[in-house]
């Protein structure tokens, strides 16, 4: 089981969509150099935890939508399977709203959709 | 002519025995009576003597029974009136013991009635002031965040404004974390009382606003105005507010 801590390992403040113009903390900016690297490095059976509460204050949709269904859009994984290698906690109950959203952008992607830019390169 | 004169009573009476006795006077015997009619009456003297006797006698003894009914009676009476009485305290006795224990069970039963009554009825007050109370914080929220997210959707990013941006990017991510905390805690109180659709408009409220109001280009600094955003935003505040207006007013 390997963990994920998106207020320790990436930033504090996860905002915007794209790299360009937002930046290093952007949804993109984690798909590509955190959560895909982690999904890849998991061994069969093998959960990634998420931890999506610690030092974050809040997400907002533009970031959830690209950081984490983006995965599926871009047709790194399908919804299912990045579904049950995800293991998303909090102890903040008002987190369970971003959970359920992540969950509910997860399952609404649509599987290889779109073409990411730098998908040839990874 | 052997009539005894003691017989000879005119127009007398036997008061004691209450019988009347005829009586003639001894002339009218020696003028206007024969020996067959002295006879007669002496016979008919004789068997009213007897009747007489018969009467007084029979008198006597009714005299005696009545006078013992009485006593009998009295002591019939007595006994039942002592009968009654003891029967009658002890009941009174029984009753007061009872009527005391019912009194007393009437009491507590209205005094615990009374209080069920209050804590229920403060207890509706209280969850309808609750109810007033997170309705209209969670409509001052909605208003908030409908402001704050139509003045940000109308206007594209601007680099000279960057901290008002960051202001209202911030204060529209907090809102809508506060608006889902509400949303919840008025459905948990006022579950029972809210109907269907008033249910799904307020669940799926901040989810949905979430997505319109931080998505697409939120945060980004290529966004452009976005007009249709901003009637979204408008559209489904007012729709919430006035679903959470008709829970309050309930």
Redesign the interface.
Known sequence: MKELNIGKKFSTDPSGRYIDPDGDASGEAFRENYLRDAINSLEPGEKLVVIIDDGVESYGSSFLVEGFAGMVKYGYIHPKELLDKLDIRYTDEDFEFYKDKIIQYINEAKYNSEEYPRKNNI | MNVDDSVYHKNDSDHSSGVATVVLNKSDFDHNVNESDCRVIESIRLSSKNIVSVIDDSLVGLEEKIDKIPKSIEESVGVASSDISEAVIKSNEDIGNDAIALAVFVAILGAFSAYLFNYFHWRMVRKKDNVNNIGMELIGLIEELEETALRYWIRPYDKDQKEEILVD?IRI??I??QI??QAKILKKINNSKMGRNEKECIEQF??KI??I??????????RKSSKGRAMKISKSCSDVKSNIRSIVIK
């Open positions: 990017e991510k907090t809508v974390r889902d905390k901040p989810p979430f997505d109001v931080t998505g697409g280009d939120f945060e980004s600094k290529k």
